[in-house]
């Protein structure tokens, strides 16, 4: 299994969104170089105020360009970086991966994934109505989470948009993500 990056963002501030890039570098057990998230140590907001002696297993954010093209037909307009993702990708389930899955990107970088995001409210204050494209609530009633995926970054390197993405899923039992 493959895909390919489509965008690149990051940001030394705390905003929602985060501007594209023509590359971000990825720096070994501590995410985006130059990115308000980067750290051994949690880094989110709400994350912090609960423990911020956490390990941070939120260190990059993956989103799907394919999530862009489902809201927009429910008249929502999102680009890349808009959701405050690192990394936007086309061509790979990112929701369908299992804890524990590599990614190798590019020549040299490859992340684990860790689990899903947990959409927050900031993103009904970016688009009114948008939470409930990307959380809700499937016909058992448990919570489906679709605003991407966590990572940490096992090995450093430059990725640009363009770049392919080869998957490695984990031996033994596979376990489905959940919110980190």
């Given at each position: 299994m493959s895909g390919r990056v489509t965008a690149v963002s990051s940001n030394g501030e705390y905003s929602f969104t985060k501007p594209n890039r023509d590359s971000v570098r990825l720096l070994a057990g501590l995410g985006v170089e130059g990115d308000v998230h980067a750290g051994v140590t949690v880094k989110h907001r709400s994350r912090v105020a609960q423990d911020p002696t956490q390990p941070n297993l939120r260190q990059i954010h993956l989103i799907h360009e394919e999530l862009f093209a489902e809201v927009g037909g429910e008249g929502f307009k999102v680009a890349p970086?808009?959701?405050g993702e690192n990394i936007t990708t086309r061509g790979i389930d990112l929701l369908g991966l299992p804890v524990g899955t590599l990614l190798r990107i590019g020549d040299a970088a490859v992340l684990e994934v860790t689990g899903l995001r947990n959409p927050c409210l900031q993103i009904d204050n970016f688009q009114d109505?948008?939470?409930?494209?990307?959380?809700?609530?499937?016909?058992?009633?448990?919570?489906?989470?679709?605003?991407?995926?966590?990572s940490i970054v096992r090995e450093g390197g430059v990725v640009r948009p363009g770049d392919t993405i080869e998957i490695e899923l984990p031996t033994g039992p596979h376990r489905p993500l959940d919110r980190v």
């Open positions: 970086g808009e959701l109505g948008l939470l409930k494209q990307v959380v809700r609530r499937d016909e058992a009633g448990n919570i489906v989470r679709k605003a991407g995926i966590m």
